[in-house]
């Protein structure tokens, strides 16, 4: 299992968790879940957006990844 997969089972364990958590209190979730799941979605979007833009910066300044070596220099 990567480590993408591990953090989505364990952010939806944690949910379940909270969800059963406010369940046994008797209290009422801070927000319907409809407005929830647009908050994530929207958190979502903002951290690709700004991920994005960052990585346009660096690959404008001259700053991206550099390339691999040439691993065939040297061997003629």
């Known amino acids: ?5 591990a953090a989505y089972f364990i952010s939806l364990g944690a949910g379940i968790i909270a969800g059963l958590v406010y369940w046994l209190m008797g209290v009422a979730t801070p927000a319907p879940p409809w407005q929830a799941l647009c908050g994530l979605l929207g958190i979502l979007f903002g951290e ?5 833009l960052r990585e ?5 300044r001259g700053q991206g990844t550099p390339a691999p070596p040439d691993r065939t220099a040297g061997k003629d």
């Open 56 to 60: 346009r910066l660096q690959r404008r």
């Open 48 to 52: 690709a957006c700004v991920r994005r």
């Open 1 to 5: 299992m990567t480590r993408t997969v």
